[in-house]
């Protein structure tokens, strides 16, 4: 058996499944301070003889083992989680090799294995939504620098028809990717929820003229064999055809990519990336 | 006996050292054809017995060895060498393991063995100059993707203080990092030549502006231990305070790096960095 756990800042899923992945329990916990929330997360994992864990978890997050804040929580405004040693707790009372990454990476690596990006070596994993976070596939394997990525915070340029004046909704970074491109930004112009926008408003071409510069930044960085878009906003299939007339327009055949019907793409598993991905690497260290 | 060839476009730069890097030999060729200039390199190299030779090559070039187009020049201005099989030519007359790679990738792991990334595992190299390249270290190795990255043309948005109406100088794309900070976007703007201009003229507020973006798109990106830069315009020692401060403006302490005096710094080896880097690498593939 093998365990998963994705840790949101509102909710922790957890489940078990075998190693071919048939799913035996599966639990939502809402995510409140840790010792409440570990406990019954644990109290769930011990009914089980685990032989591998897999953990996907907001961030900021250690994921470098080389460090000594592998496994801890750094920074955040989630009460009580700041300096949490997430790893650390899990391992004391789960007796098997544990597998932590981010959230975004777990659900990259199961778009890799079993989504949108299935026989590839390297891919990035974009989430479009309330915030945006992105995971690289390198090689095969999930990137790890001295830390995790932050994909969601890169710079971009002014779109054509950008709001006069209209500098984002990050609080970090005026006219960042997230400022600029996340589910709430639209909010912010359109003055209602993005979600009841019509699909022909003109807000979702400065959407598209955003993430294609991500894309177009993302390729130029990493080249991936292949760009993904999860989470809400990529919902909005009406993006993906503007996304990419306006990528190829940006990109100008400087480097060569995939066609872009094949090579900027949606994600196949939605909700389900995270935990598949975080059973998958349970099943590998379980190995 | 160890080889290394910096192939750029204007000159084959060609050394022979022992193993230990003590140079015996070195030589600078004319690049014009294909023809004529591997018959003058592998004269060079055909009067030494190599254990291996590491090449760094101008781009666009295949690294990646599991592609069919694995140490082709891709499609450049430079006539003939489209499509010319680099790699094959040296293999076919130099019996020895090759490394084979870009010429920033060389050059920036001269700086991790040998300058100013030296012990860490994670870092970016930036060369600013005519063009900007960059390349970038991962696991204490070269990141290779699908293809090599061509950090140079991610976007950038507006600096401050921008002259209206400038799109910068890349042919390929308006706004790019290459188009508004390589040494002739800074030309176009003053009309004379960027190392004629005074240490505290305000261009370099600007230069370090884009300098700063891109910095934090890399850092956000890849999470480096460090970002080196090279090349020409890196040696206006001005600009490093500049872009420190407006990367720590930027950044806005979104993820933590190390103080900025040791994360943001020049490259250490200057032009040496290139030829540093392939004998190295090609002492690696001669163990």
Redesign the interface.
């Known amino acids: 058996m093998i365990g998963a756990i994705e840790a949101g800042g509102t909710k922790m899923v957890c489940a078990v499944s075998d190693e071919d992945l048939n799913i035996k329990a599966r639990t939502r916990i809402s995510t409140e301070n840790p010792q409440d929330t570990m406990r019954e997360m644990l109290a769930f994992f011990g009914e089980y003889e685990l032989d591998g864990l897999g953990v996907g978890a907001f961030g900021?997050i250690g994921v470098n083992p080389?460090r000594s804040d592998y496994g801890f929580i750094?920074q955040t405004p989630k009460e009580g989680w700041s300096g949490f040693d997430l790893l650390g707790a899990l391992q004391k009372e789960i007796k098997c090799p544990i597998y932590l990454t981010t959230d975004v990476n777990v659900a990259a690596y199961g778009e890799l294995k079993r989504g949108s990006a299935q026989n590839l070596?390297?891919a990035v994993y974009l989430t479009v939504g309330t915030g945006i976070g992105g995971g690289?596939i390198?090689d095969g394997a999930i990137?790890?620098?001295?830390?995790?990525?932050?994909?969601?915070?890169?710079?971009?340029?002014?779109a054509q028809n950008e709001l006069n004046g209209f500098d984002g909704v990050c609080p970090?970074?005026d006219?960042c990717l997230e400022g600029m491109a996340s589910g709430p930004s639209i909010g912010a112009r359109a003055g209602v929820k993005a979600n009841t926008l019509a699909e022909d408003d003109p807000l979702w071409d400065i959407e598209a003229d955003y993430l294609a510069?991500a894309a177009?930044?993302?390729t130029?960085?990493?080249?991936?064999?292949r760009i993904i878009f999860g989470g809400g906003v990529s919902n909005q299939s009406q993006i993906f055809p503007k996304m990419r007339k306006r990528f190829a327009e940006?990109?100008?055949?400087?480097?060569?990519v995939p066609n872009l019907d094949e090579y900027l793409v949606h994600a196949a598993l939605g909700d389900d990336a995270g935990i598949t991905g975080a059973l998958l690497l349970a099943a590998e260290v379980a190995r």
Do not use: C, W
């Open positions: 900021p080389q750094g070596q390297n690289v390198h990137y790890v620098g001295d830390t995790h990525p932050e994909l969601g915070h890169i710079m971009v340029k002014r970090y970074h006219g510069q177009m930044s993302y130029l960085s990493f080249a991936p064999q940006y990109l100008n055949n400087y480097v060569q």
